[in-house]
C-alpha cells in the first residue's frame, strides 16, 4: 500500500474533491500523508480557470523534479480541471507527470495507481459523466480544523457564461440526493463540527427528484438547518439569474443560516453581460440585491468581477465601479480578464484589450473596493455579533479569531474562550479586511 500526498489549488469544489479522494484512496488502504517526503504518490488537484492558475501548476511541476530525483519510486499525478482540459497532452508536454484523472473519474484512481507502479505506463482518465456525484462517499477532511467542513451537493455547470472554461472541465450539472447530504451534515454534527458550507457551481439550481417529489434548494437548505440551531449552514455559489426569494425566505427564517450572499456580478455594463452570457442585466442584479436587503438588512454582499473582457470600453468599465458604489460588497474577488480555450469568446471574441489596461482598471476596482469594505466595516463598531470561534489569530498567540454570521473576521483576546465555541463579541476598531473586538456576555 502506498503513500499519498494531496495538493490542492483552486475553489472550494477542488478541496472538496480532494477529501473525496483522499476517502477513495484510505479505502483501498493506501495512507494519505502530510510530509511530501514521505509520498509514493503526488497528487496535485488542479484549477483552469484562468491562465495563470495553469502557470502556477506547471511551476510546481517543474519544482517537483528534484524531489523525484531524490525518490525514483514517486510518480506525479495530475487531477481536477487542467487534467480534464488537457487531457493526455498533460503528459506529452510535461514529463514528469505519469497520469491525469479528470472531476468525474476519481473512482478510477486505485486501479490507476496500481497500472502506473506494475506496469509501468502511463495512464489518462478523463470521461465526464452526467450522473457522478459521489453521494455514497464520506469525505475525508483534509486539514480540517474539526469545526467547519465542505459539503458538496452538486457538479458541473452548464451556464456556458462566454468566458469560463468550467463547463468543458467539469460536465453537465447535476444534484445530489438529498438524504444523502443531510446525512453527512448531521454526522459532521455529531462529530462536533459546527459549520458546513454546501457547495456547487451554481447552487440555485440544485434540484433531486426522487419518487415523483422534488427537493430545490430552499428546501435543502431549510432541512440542514433544522439539524440543529447550534450548526451553521453556508453556500457557495448563487447565480443572480435565479437567486429566488424563495431562499431569501428560508435564509431569513432560520438564524443559523449564515446572512452573507456570494453573487458574482462579473460587470456593471448591460452589453458586457449579455455578451457574457450571463442571462441578467444591471437592473435585475440590482433588483435582487434589494431583495436581499428587504429579507435580511444585516447580510453581507460578496462578489466576483471580470476586468477587461473582450470588447470592454472604459465607459463600461466605469459602469462596474458604478456598480460597485451602488452595492457596497462587503468583499470582492477581482480578475483580470484570461481568454481560456473552448469557450465562446475564444471562438468568437477578440482578447483586445491591451495587458496593461486590464491592470489599471483592475486596480481601480481594487482600490474602489478597499474603501468600501473599510466604510462598511467601520459601521460596525459598536456593534455585538455572535462569533464561531475557530484559531489563533495569525499575528498574536494572545488573540484568538472567528467569524460572524456575515463571515466577517473578528479578532479578540483569548481569555478563556475555545475553538469551536460560539462567543458574542463587540466590535471595537477595524481595517478594511478585519473586524476588532472585546468579548461580552
Ligand atoms: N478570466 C478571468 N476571470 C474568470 N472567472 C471565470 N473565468 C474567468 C476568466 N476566463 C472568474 C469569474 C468567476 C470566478 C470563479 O472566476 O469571476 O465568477
Ligand atoms: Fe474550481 Fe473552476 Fe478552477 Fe475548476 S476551473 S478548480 S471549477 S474554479
Redesign the pocket.
Known sequence: MSNIYIETYG?QMNFADSEIVASLLQKEGHSVVTDIEQADYVLINTCA??DNAEQRIRKRLRELRALQGRHKQLRIGILGCMAERLQSQLMVEEENVSFVVGPDAYRRLPAILQQVRQQGTKASETELSTTETYADIEPVRLGSNGISAYISIMRGCQNY?A????PYTRGRERSRDPETIVAEARSLFDQGYKEVTLLGQNVNSYRFSSNGREVDFPELMHRVAEISPLLRVRFA?SHPKDLSDKLLEVMASHSNICKCIHL?V?SGSDRMLKLMNRHYDSAWYLDRIAAIRRYMPDCSITT???AGFCTETEEEHQMTLEMFRKVRYDYA?M??????PD?Y?AKHLQDDIPEAEKTRRLEEIIALQGEIALENNRKEIGKTFEVLVEGESHRSKEQLFGRNSQNKVIVFDRGDAKPGQYIMVKVTDCTAATLKGVRVQ
Do not use: E, G, H, L
Request: aromatic content about 18%; glycine content about 0%.
Open positions: 475553489c480557470i484562468r457564461c468566458y469560463c472554461v468550467v455559489t458574482p462579473q466576483d468581477v471580470i474577488y480578475f483580470k480578464f484570461s481568454m481560456r469557450t469568446a
